[in-house]
């Protein structure tokens, strides 16, 4: 494995058997006024957990964007549910877990948690859909359900 193969695999996470795993690092401008993580920002924790679990499985967004798969999609979010269980602090290290529930038609349905060690801070269920660039959905290509779904 070359340095700039380390690198990149360090920044995105790995792979996993249930799905994907990355960590975090909870910064000064991830916080409220009194170091604990702000709401919103539990989203973005969110995202790169699941856009890095695309692009590890084979799937990135510019590729997506420049129209080799016939014209041009994206990505949307089209239904989240969040639960907050407890808070993350200043310098904590989170644990992002995504894990792909299913896959059809168009939607991919996953499930994520943000951890702090043992501890369950958040749980989301996440519901995105692949569209063309003037928003009518497309079909989740079936190459990419074998790496989006569970190994075991």
């Known amino acids: 494995m070359s340095d700039d193969d380390f690198l990149s695999a360090g ?13 975090a690092r909870v910064y000064y401008a991830d916080t409220d ?5 702000y709401h919103a ?19 990135h967004h510019t590729e997506l964007a ?9 990505w949307v979010v089209r239904r989240m549910e969040i639960d907050f269980r407890a808070s ?3 310098d904590d290290v989170l644990t992002v877990d995504t894990r792909t529930e299913n ?13 702090r ?5 958040i749980e989301a269920k996440i519901e995105a859909a692949i569209v063309s660039e003037n928003g009518r ?5 079936k190459e990419w359900a074998a790496a989006f779904l569970p190994k075991g």
Request: aromatic residues 10%; without cysteine.
């Open 117 to 121: 060690g043992d501890d369950l801070l």
């Open 137 to 141: 959905p497309r079909r989740f290509p």
């Open 103 to 115: 896959v059809s038609g168009a939607r991919i349905f996953m499930a994520q948690q943000i951890r």
């Open 41 to 59: 920002r539990y989203l973005e924790f969110l995202e790169r957990g699941r856009s890095d679990f695309l692009r590890l499985a084979g799937v």
């Open 11 to 23: 920044l995105s996470g790995a792979l996993t058997d249930f799905g994907h795993r990355l960590k």
């Open 33 to 37: 006024f009194s170091g604990v993580v």
């Open 66 to 74: 420049d129209g080799r798969h016939g014209e041009k999609l994206v």
């Open 88 to 90: 993350a602090r200043i």
